[in-house]
């Protein structure tokens, strides 16, 4: 999956001295690589500017992101289904072993 994003925005200080006002503006993307079910590779940058009307405020900040994700699902309904078949086999096993038990009984 890949992943773009973007934003502007203008920060104002009315109450500051020289009425400071900074443009920020903000880049970056990525990208996601799942190559199993329980692993996921990502890589993401981001870009970030500061112009500030303030001698000494601007700034450049870059961004370097990788990430390894390991997931493990666990669930109760798997879980109950395993148990339900477990007992439904062993009421067939039951049911087998007194069907038997009852030929042998009729034998004699």
Do not use: C, F, K, Q
């Not at 309904?77 to 042998?104: F, K």
Request: glycine share 12%.
């Amino acid at each position: 999956m890949l992943i773009g994003r973007g934003s502007y925005g203008v920060y104002r200080y009315p109450d500051s001295s020289n009425s400071r006002r900074d443009h920020i503006w903000n880049g970056g993307g990525g990208i996601n690589y799942r190559i199993v079910d329980w692993l996921l590779l990502s890589l993401d940058y981001n870009h970030t500017a500061r112009n500030s009307n303030t001698p000494g405020l601007h700034y450049v900040e870059n961004t370097y992101l990788a990430r390894i994700t390991l997931s493990y699902r666990y669930s109760t309904i798997e879980r109950e289904g395993v148990l339900r078949r477990e007992g439904e086999r062993e009421d067939r096993e039951g049911r087998e072993t007194e069907r038997r038990r009852g030929e042998e009984r009729n034998a004699e």
